[in-house]
């Protein structure tokens, strides 16, 4: 059997006006195609921001006690975009400070940072107008300038820190051994920088030694709550620009209550022309009236504060003692906002490093306690 070709007749059998409508519709049938095309191929182009993570810290209550590192990749970001990283310890935590919320993301999608270690972690991916609170009470969310999230939970636990027991003022205290965070640096803490001489006095000092500068620290070892809490000081007021003596309560179990920290601490942070070398304070330090900064004269002073409930009371006294009724404070402030209440909180004694490009520290230095006292 035969097969005829079918022709089909277009443009010779349609006159005019009827030639050029069909034209008009095979080039609208061609445009949009092309234009189906390059969307299909830019919507493949703008891949969908994707987080992972390369290193989970473990899962553990948050502070200053302890950094790790946490890592990972971003896929999809664009220029000037960055991670911001959460810790979950009570409440989200920025990390691995406030002032310091914003890591790079770098040439190979890789980014990393230390942070304080939490029972959860949260990556964003934000754009250059995100501003970061420094804690929030629930766990980010997608949305606005945040175009990428990814929450995980801690991995594994830690052991036990390793402590040095040593007696000091009719107390036990434990010595700490390891890494701390403290000042914008992590700093090594050991042993051999903490002892009682002959008189009972309790030395905290900071040495070079081969792996780097040592601090000291000392915690003591049970909690004593409300009450009046004295130290007698030797001469602080000439330390180097580059150290920082605190006196301060920690609860490594409240997060979710700024860890019922107040401190005494002397120091400069850094800034050699600062007059002011001392300070009284609750956390966080960043809430305004938290903090209270004064000048500390020469010779040794007696730090006293008074815990009670919504009042903490701070003086600063000339000499090794207090007298009764008589003694007038050369400073003091009183704060009745945010105090916290007592917990698990134990008393620390800490003489470490901090931050200081200026004026890094160049030798051995020491601080002097005499004697600790508390009154219940």
């Given at each position: 059997m035969?097969?005829?070709?079918?022709?089909?007749?277009?443009?010779?059998?349609?006159?005019?006006?009827?030639?050029?409508?069909?034209?008009?519709?095979?080039?609208?049938?061609?445009?949009?195609?092309?234009?189906?095309?390059?969307a299909?191929?830019?919507?493949?182009?703008?891949?969908?921001?994707?987080?992972?993570f390369?290193?989970?810290?473990?899962a553990?209550q948050?502070?200053?006690?302890?950094?790790?590192?946490?890592?990972?990749?971003?896929?999809?970001?664009?220029?000037?975009?960055?991670?911001?990283?959460?810790?979950?310890?009570?409440?989200?935590?920025?990390?691995p400070?406030?002032?310091?919320?914003?890591?790079?993301?770098?040439?190979?999608?890789?980014?990393?940072?230390?942070?304080?270690?939490g029972?959860?972690?949260?990556?964003?991916?934000?754009?250059?107008?995100?501003?970061?609170?420094?804690?929030?009470?629930?766990?980010?969310?997608?949305?606005?300038?945040?175009?990428?999230?990814r929450?995980?939970?801690?991995?594994?636990?830690?052991?036990?820190?390793?402590?040095?027991?040593?007696r000091f003022s009719?107390y036990?205290?434990?010595?700490?051994?390891?890494?701390?965070?403290?000042?914008?640096?992590?700093?090594?803490?050991?042993?051999?920088?903490?002892?009682?001489?002959?008189?009972?006095?309790?030395?905290l000092?900071?040495?070079?030694?081969?792996?780097?500068?040592?601090?000291?620290?000392?915690?003591?070892?049970?909690?004593l709550?409300?009450?009046?809490?004295?130290?007698?000081?030797?001469?602080t007021?000439?330390?180097?620009?580059?150290?920082?003596?605190?006196?301060?309560?920690?609860?490594?179990?409240?997060g979710?209550?700024?860890f019922?920290?107040?401190?005494i601490?002397?120091?400069?942070?850094?800034?050699?022309?600062?007059?002011?070398?001392?300070?009284?304070?609750?956390?966080?330090?960043y809430v305004?009236?938290?903090?209270?900064?004064?000048?500390?004269?020469?010779?040794?002073l007696?730090?006293?504060?008074?815990?009670?409930?919504?009042?903490?009371?701070?003086?600063?006294?000339?000499?090794?003692?207090?007298?009764?009724?008589?003694a007038?404070?050369f400073?003091?402030?009183?704060?009745t906002?945010g105090?916290?209440?007592?917990g698990q909180?134990?008393?620390?004694?800490m003489?470490?490093?901090?931050?200081?490009?200026q004026?890094?520290?160049?030798?051995?230095?020491?601080?002097?306690?005499?004697?600790?006292?508390?009154?219940?």
């Amino acid at each position: 059997m035969q097969v005829k070709r079918l022709e089909i007749p277009v443009a010779s059998h349609i006159e005019g006006a009827s030639a050029c409508a069909v034209l008009r519709i095979l080039n609208a049938i061609v445009f949009l195609s092309v234009v189906a095309l390059v969307a299909c191929q830019s919507e493949k182009t703008q891949q969908t921001p994707f987080i992972t993570f390369t290193k989970i810290p473990p899962a553990a209550q948050g502070g200053r006690e302890r950094l790790d590192t946490i890592s990972g990749r971003v896929s999809g970001a664009r220029p000037g975009q960055r991670i911001v990283i959460y810790a979950k310890s009570g409440p989200w935590w920025v990390q691995p400070w406030p002032e310091q919320p914003f890591i790079r993301i770098e040439s190979d999608l890789r980014w990393s940072t230390q942070t304080h270690l939490g029972y959860e972690y949260a990556a964003l991916l934000v754009n250059a107008d995100y501003h970061p609170a420094p804690t929030i009470d629930v766990a980010p969310t997608m949305g606005g300038s945040v175009v990428a999230l990814r929450i995980v939970k801690g991995v594994g636990s830690l052991p036990d820190l390793p402590i040095v027991p040593l007696r000091f003022s009719g107390y036990d205290w434990k010595v700490r051994t390891v890494s701390a965070a403290r000042g914008g640096l992590s700093n090594l803490y050991d042993a051999d920088n903490a002892w009682t001489d002959k008189s009972g006095a309790l030395h905290l000092r900071i040495s070079n030694k081969p792996a780097g500068w040592t601090c000291a620290q000392v915690i003591l070892a049970r909690s004593l709550g409300y009450g009046t809490y004295n130290f007698v000081v030797r001469d602080t007021a000439r330390l180097d620009p580059a150290v920082v003596l605190s006196l301060h309560t920690f609860d490594d179990s409240a997060g979710d209550k700024h860890f019922r920290e107040w401190d005494i601490e002397i120091g400069r942070w850094g800034r050699a022309a600062s007059r002011e070398n001392a300070q009284f304070g609750i956390q966080p330090f960043y809430v305004p009236g938290n903090l209270a900064r004064f000048t500390e004269p020469t010779g040794t002073l007696t730090y006293s504060m008074l815990w009670e409930p919504g009042r903490a009371v701070f003086k600063a006294f000339r000499g090794s003692s207090i007298q009764s009724g008589d003694a007038r404070p050369f400073y003091e402030h009183t704060f009745t906002a945010g105090v916290p209440s007592p917990g698990q909180e134990l008393l620390q004694a800490m003489f470490y490093i901090v931050a200081s490009n200026q004026n890094p520290l160049q030798k051995n230095t020491e601080v002097v306690i005499d004697r600790f006292e508390y009154l219940p």
